[in-house]
């Protein structure tokens, strides 16, 4: 036996003496916490989910992975609410499904039902969390794994196992979205791949100039300071500059209203004012999106505030923070540095940051969803509908024009004894009205919006029509102001003349209780021998796609019209409900034509 033998042997004999009696086993790795959470809704449009955590943890940081690519992350939200994950994640939608074909995902279910008080049904404290991720479809194939994961982990997604594989193929190659985030793309607040705003800087030009722009309009017009709000506010204070997965550009102005109807009222004169001065205005309840029209792609939001009567500053788009802002914190506003140019903020721009999105500000998140995160908003500063409508028509028709008459007026002008003065109610910018001027037909049209009427008048003086056609401002739910207009337009002393009563596409931009005025102020105002003629959308017209969207529009049954106008007094001559009456730019709206006589 050699001398290494011996020694091998005395030292296991030895170790195995002292084992019992000195155990020195080494520690293993502790295995990894599970994760205490759950991926409840995956569609097209969006993931959301929650994870359970100690209220002392650490922020939560939630990673959205497609195979081995980490394309997005963002931090969960301590008890915010998950009761809206339904209309976020919009049921029934329908998305891009690869080389252009739409298709709806036969894997959308309908939200898990949350225990009460909106909690889910673990320990400990509920972060909640949400990724857009609308464009990822057209870079994944049935063989991707699309997961979530919080440190390293994968969380369940329910319906789905672990893992989320994609029903069909997108239009590029996995290795195209590996580049673009390489290059500096990201995934947005809205699920599209997109170039980061940081690095956007032909974005950045064109959004400062359109702010400037809308700035000098409000200092001129209201004396009104527009600043930083939202998203751009928040990237100021925190990024010291853009935020990269931003949409958009945010403004606001501080209306010197205490009522919320009042400052609500406001945002729909400088939303006129703005169109007045030339720019392209969508007006929403709770916001302006201003685009110049040359370049419409590129846009800025307006909003308005408001301090209360008790001092509070109220936010009638919303805040998702849980402290209040009063005018003790208002300390004015200030100028900054900005790329591109020059900016302007309020003086205690981080307490308001904190106000719009809570504690938990200082973190980002590409997947903060106001659907799911707001946590209080201000209804009684909302825009109605009849203000909403109000500025659509006016931008519209600052922004659109016609060089001839619609089919339905030459299905009009071409029927058999139609009486030649005629009333266009609702008649926009003039486009048949000067239609039927040019044919030697007498015509008074009347709208509520003063914009189409100023152009109505340009477009009869630039066609030489002065003395064929003449235009009123009026709002036809005013019945006295619309009776005197229906008298008018009869023309002479003596009233003898029959009227042709023309409304086209105005039936289903007002709504039930206004129709029912007009049709009674016509009945009040109507002779023997005039003609009642009209064309609107019916309710079989609903579920078509719309070039012009935002805008109020009422369906209503064809049949159930007739009847109501038959039920009047008048004699149906020509009716019906059909397609292909009217097709612009590929819509083919479902229309009802109705000829009527007294």
Not at 87 to 115: F, I, L
Not at 178 to 197: C, D, F, H, M, T
Not at 481 to 505: C, H, M, P
Request: proline share 6%; hydrophobic share 35%; charged share 25%.
């Amino acid at each position: 036996m050699t001398l290494a033998t011996k020694v091998l042997g005395l030292r296991r004999r030895v170790a195995t003496r002292i084992q019992p009696s000195d155990p020195t086993p080494v520690a293993a790795p502790p295995a990894p916490a599970p994760v205490n959470g759950v991926v409840e809704r995956v569609t097209p449009r969006l993931a959301a989910g929650w994870v359970a955590v100690p209220p002392t943890a650490p922020p939560t940081r939630v990673e959205l992975w497609v195979n081995d690519i980490h394309v997005a992350s963002t931090y969960a939200t301590p008890d915010a609410s998950m009761s809206s994950v339904g209309s976020a994640a919009r049921k029934k939608e329908r998305v891009r499904a690869g080389r252009g074909r739409r298709a709806t995902y036969a894997w959308q279910t309908t939200p898990v039902p949350g225990p009460a008080e909106d909690r889910r049904n673990a320990r400990g404290q509920i972060r909640t969390f949400s990724f857009r991720m609308i464009d990822l479809w057209e870079y994944v194939t049935p063989r991707s794994r699309i997961t979530v994961r919080v440190d390293g982990r994968r969380l369940p997604i329910t319906g789905h196992g672990m893992y989320v594989a994609p029903p069909q193929r997108g239009q590029y190659p996995l290795a195209d979205l590996r580049q673009k985030l390489a290059e500096g793309y990201v995934l947005s607040q809205w699920g599209r791949i997109q170039l980061s705003k940081q690095h956007d800087v032909e974005w950045q030009r064109k959004v400062l100039s359109l702010y400037t722009q809308v700035s000098e309009i409000l200092r001129r017009t209201y004396g009104y300071d527009p600043f930083f709000i939202y998203g751009t506010l928040l990237g100021a204070v925190r990024e010291h500059g853009y935020i990269g997965h931003d949409i958009d550009f945010d403004a606001a102005y501080l209306s010197r209203h205490t009522d919320g109807r009042q400052a609500a009222a406001e945002l729909a004169e400088v939303g006129l004012a703005l169109v007045d001065a030339g720019l392209g205005v969508d007006c929403h309840k709770t916001a302006l999106h201003v685009t110049d029209p040359n370049d419409p792609e590129n846009r800025i939001d307006l909003f308005h505030l408001y301090f209360d009567d008790e001092g509070i500053l109220r936010f009638p788009f919303g805040v998702a923070g849980t402290v209040d802002f009063t005018r003790d914190h208002w300390t004015g506003t200030e100028e900054i540095d900005w790329p591109q140019g020059r900016g302007v903020i309020p003086g205690s721009a981080e307490h308001l940051v904190r106000v719009m999105y809570g504690d938990d500000w200082r973190r980002p998140k590409p997947g903060f969803n106001w659907d799911l995160d707001r946590t209080a908003h201000a209804p009684a500063g909302w825009l109605t509908q009849e203000e909403r409508t109000k500025v659509y028509w006016a931008d519209f028709y600052a922004h659109h024009h016609y060089t001839e008459g619609s089919t339905f007026f030459r299905f009009v002008a071409g029927w058999p004894d139609v009486p030649h003065r005629l009333v266009d109610i609702g008649c926009g910018e003039g486009r048949d009205s000067c239609a039927f001027g040019a044919a030697d037909w007498r015509v008074l049209g009347v709208d509520q919006s003063a914009v189409g009427i100023e152009r109505a008048q340009k477009r009869a003086s630039e066609q030489s029509l002065a003395d064929h056609v003449d235009f009123r401002v009026c709002d036809v739910a005013d019945v006295a102001d619309l009776g005197r207009v229906l008298d008018e337009a009869r023309g002479g002393d003596d009233q003898r003349d029959s009227v042709t009563f023309y409304l086209r596409f105005f039936l289903h931009a007002i709504d039930e209780q206004t129709q029912g005025r007009l049709l009674d102020a016509i009945d009040a105002h109507v002779h023997p021998g005039d003609v009642f003629a009209a064309e609107f959308r019916t309710d079989k017209d609903k579920a078509i796609k719309k070039v012009h969207g935002n805008h109020y529009r009422r369906y209503q049954n064809a049949e159930t019209f007739r009847e109501g106008l038959a039920a009047r007094g008048w004699a149906i001559k020509h009716f019906e409900e059909s397609q292909g009456l009217s097709v612009y730019e590929g819509e083919d709206p479902w229309l009802c034509r109705v000829v009527a006589t007294r």
